[in-house]
Nanobody, 116 residues
Framework: QVQLVESGGGLVQAGGSLRLSCAAS????????MGWYRQAPGKERALVAT???????NYADSVKGRFAISRDTAKNTVYLQMNSLKPEDTAAYYC??????????WGQGTQVTVSS
């Protein structure tokens, strides 16, 4: 089992920045990749960014050049630095971990609200 705890969400004006954190605990040795997803009201949950254990990253087109995912292996933590935020970035942001090629774990989510 892997437990994920997100933090760092909040209210910010358009053009501002936020950094989300996701701390992993439990059976973390089996984690292959971690990522961030978001879900806006009335919409499906969608990928924002992922990072593999080898450091390879992947981003949704809508956030390329504005968001950056990184990980601190020593702290078992993944970060999402969000710059130049737009109102359409408003959503609940969820941390995800994939382990063993089979298991998917989710955090409880953190709300990001961008005002215009």
């Amino acid at each position: 089992q892997v437990q994920l705890v997100e933090s760092g969400g909040g209210l910010v004006q358009a053009g501002g920045s936020l950094r989300l954190s996701c701390a992993a605990s439990g059976s973390i040795r089996g984690i292959n990749a971690m990522g961030w997803y978001r879900q806006a009201p009335g919409k499906e949950r969608a990928l924002v960014a992922t990072i593999t254990s080898g450091g390879r990253t992947n981003y949704a087109d809508s956030v390329k050049g504005r968001f950056a995912i990184s990980r601190d292996t020593a702290k078992n933590t993944v970060y999402l630095q969000m710059n130049s935020l737009k109102p359409e970035d408003t959503a609940a942001y969820y941390c995800q971990a994939e382990a063993g090629g089979v298991y998917i774990y989710w955090g409880q989510g953190t709300q990001v609200t961008v005002s215009s």
